[in-house]
């Protein structure tokens, strides 16, 4: 619908004179009164033009209102054009989506355009909690989103396995581990990691190591070490199981400690500076990041020449460029919002584009019980995680709730809505959908309806047959491919969420006003064949948020 409304209206771009060929024809979803799709493009060509926005509205309707898929062309306000489409244009085009399927709904839009999106990396320091949950939704999401729109997508996960802060788990552990021992070590104190899963990883080692760090000449140096290593290890382990039984699968992880090993720390500051962006300042190497937007320049290495963690982030991205990427996806929590510009500019000194590198901000997540905020968690210490959460309302529940919201907006989950069977529960509403019509096309079996012949063929799919009710629905499913589009290009997979919820909302009191088996044949057939159309983009859009679309609930 809206694919073939733009190529008419670039057509008539194409015969203004002084217009760009690639002039971009923009096209809106309008308020259901003034009708299915509009478009502001004579006010984008009054400028190039020279006229008034109204009068060039009145060319472009004199030419496009003849066309006979459009039932109604009207100009609103001051050059706004308003279509409605045509009944027997409508019912074609549903036909085309029964007949396409998936093909209909997508739109290629990627190109074959390289691009990476590095999500979740979590520090291996503890459990995932809601916050590393919703990005993980929002990047595996994204991905879908992506491939399916023709980008060549790449998941990865960068593991901070380098700084203090492993020091501080391993500590933590160690001194568990010791007092399991009944031996009195003095551990990080304040800043030691709490939460029952630190006692249980200091068992794990003492299970596998004995007692053998508690005795004096064995050195404590190398137990601390050991246990650093060990606790890494299951951290790891832990958080890729949570992932997987969240669904949520990574093409590659990257350790931030190989860059490290592979010196990649110290080639790019060398990169940088040969590029003439690094200077040295009372005994410290800095990166010229105001050059490019950054409110101050940033210290790379310090006085004492250990690096700050600005320098392994820089040779980290530069390695994802040098990977061959043509845009790099970054998915944050919203507390980093101030280092996109230093992240940006060093991205920039390295002679990329701006707009090669964009960073995606997600908001914590509030959980409630009833209305009450939940209390923290045992195991974690200091949050709720996101294997209890996983546990009480399972996977695709969660992953549908962390994307009902834009995901730089603060969300709130209720327990008890979410585990609720009704109209409240936004994923039971949609996947209810899906499975209702499957039950549909089962009871239609046992009533003898040749329902596969009938898919196949399409018979009745005459435009008579539908109600008003039934138009309206068929021009939603007929503006998914939009919604796609925009959802791609925006790089925010929330959209079809949103789409999926008015979808359902308008099936499901479609379900209790109409029978869709009924004694006249043809009606029968066309509702079937209505219910399939509705079941394949609420089975597309599912995909794409990674949620399954159940047959029976």
Not at 88 to 115: C, N, P, W
Not at 149 to 169: H, T
Not at 319 to 336: M, P, S, T, V, Y
Request: glycine letters at 8%.
């Amino acid at each position: 619908m809206e694919k073939t409304f733009r190529k008419i209206l670039e057509q008539v771009c194409s015969s203004f004179p002084g217009v760009l060929t690639e002039f971009h024809v923009e096209i809106q979803i309008p308020k259901e009164e003034f009708g299915d799709l509009s478009t502001p493009l004579a006010m984008g060509l009054a400028k190039p033009l020279r006229k008034a926005p109204r009068a060039i509205a009145e060319q472009i309707v004199a030419v496009i209102s003849g066309n006979p898929i459009f039932e109604k062309v009207e100009i609103a306000g001051p050059g706004f054009i308003n279509v409605t489409f045509a009944k027997d244009f409508l019912v074609s085009e549903l036909a085309r989506l029964l007949t396409e399927q998936d093909a209909v709904l997508r739109e290629d839009i990627g190109l074959g355009k390289r691009v990476q999106i590095e999500f979740v990396s979590a520090n291996p320091t503890g459990p995932l909690h809601l916050g590393h949950g919703r990005g993980a939704a929002l990047g595996a999401a994204l991905a879908n989103l992506l491939s399916e729109a023709g980008f060549a997508v790449e998941k990865e996960f960068y593991i901070n396995d380098a700084g203090v802060q492993m020091q501080l788990l391993g500590k933590s552990v160690f001194e568990h581990y010791m007092r399991l021992c009944g031996v009195d070590y003095p551990g990080p104190g304040e800043d030691a990691y709490k939460g029952d899963y630190i006692g249980d990883i200091a068992r794990e080692f003492r299970d596998v190591h004995g007692d053998t760090y508690a005795v004096a000449d064995e050195g404590l140096e190398a137990g601390v070490a050991e246990a650093t290593e060990f606790a890494y290890t299951k951290m790891l382990a832990n958080i890729q199981t949570d992932l997987e039984d969240f669904g949520v699968v990574f093409d590659s992880w990257q350790s931030e400690r190989q860059l490290y090993n592979d010196n990649l720390v110290e080639q790019g500051i060398d990169d940088l500076s040969r590029r003439g962006h690094i200077f040295e300042q009372d005994g410290a190497l800095w990166f010229r990041s105001t050059g490019f937007g950054d409110d101050k320049d940033r210290v790379l290495v310090k006085q004492d020449g250990t690096y700050t963690y600005f320098a392994p982030d820089i040779a980290y991205h530069r390695r994802k460029f040098e990977k061959g990427f043509d845009e790099l996806i970054d998915i944050w929590g919203a507390d980093h919002h101030g280092y996109i510009p230093r992240m940006s500019a060093a991205i920039q000194a390295l002679g990329h584009p701006k707009d090669s590198f964009r960073v995606l901000l997600v908001q914590l997540v509030s959980l409630l019980k009833g209305g009450q905020p939940v209390q923290m968690s045992k195991r974690a210490g200091e949050f709720i995680t996101l294997r209890e959460i996983m546990d009480e309302i399972g996977p695709d529940t969660t992953k549908f709730l962390f994307l009902t919201r834009r995901s730089d907006s603060p969300l709130e989950i209720d327990i008890e809505v979410a585990k609720a069977q009704s109209n409240e529960n936004p994923v039971f509403y949609v996947q209810y959908a899906h499975a209702r019509i499957n039950s549909i096309f089962e009871k239609a079996r046992e009533s003898g309806i040749a329902v596969d012949m009938l898919l196949s063929t399409q018979g009745g799919l005459d435009p008579a047959r539908f109600n008003d009710d039934e138009y309206r629905l068929i021009k939603k499913l007929l503006l998914y491919p939009m919604v796609f589009g925009s959802a791609a290009n925006a790089r925010e997979p929330h959209r079809i969420t949103f789409y999926l919820q008015e979808l359902a909302g308008m099936f499901h009191p479609y379900y209790h006003k109409y029978r869709v088996i009924t004694d006249d044949s043809g009606v029968t057939a066309s509702r079937l064949l209505l219910c399939r159309a509705v079941q394949i983009v609420l089975r597309h859009g599912l995909r794409m948020l990674g949620v399954q679309a159940p047959d029976k609930m």
